[in-house]
């Protein structure tokens, strides 16, 4: 749980999903099916935030491809 504990405090997702995965993982292995059903719908809540970064991110840099295309489109006619 040390690990869940540093990924939260540096605010580190990528991290924090593999911890969760884990501790899932761990309790579904010692049978504590509650506990890891509540990891992995935790899990699958950070992974969901990470998923929309990565296509926010996507999407922007499609954006500005875009943009310095149209501006070099305007230079070459120019």
């Given at each position: 749980?040390?690990?869940r504990?540093?990924?939260?405090?540096?605010?580190?997702?990528?991290e924090?999903?593999?911890?969760?995965?884990?501790l899932s993982?761990?309790?579904?292995t010692?049978?504590?099916?509650?506990?890891?059903?509540?990891?992995?719908?935790?899990?699958?809540?950070v992974?969901?935030i990470?998923?929309q970064?990565?296509?926010a991110?996507?999407?922007?840099?499609?954006y500005?491809?875009?943009?310095?295309?149209?501006?070099e489109?305007?230079?070459?006619?120019?």
């Open positions: 749980m040390l690990s504990q540093i990924a939260m405090r540096d605010d580190n997702l990528e924090l999903s593999y911890a969760l995965y884990n993982t761990m309790f579904e010692r049978g504590e099916l509650d506990s890891a059903l509540e990891y992995l719908k935790a899990y699958t809540d992974k969901d990470l998923n970064r990565s296509n991110i996507d999407a922007y840099r499609a500005v491809g875009m943009a310095l295309e149209a501006s489109a305007k230079l070459t006619i120019a």
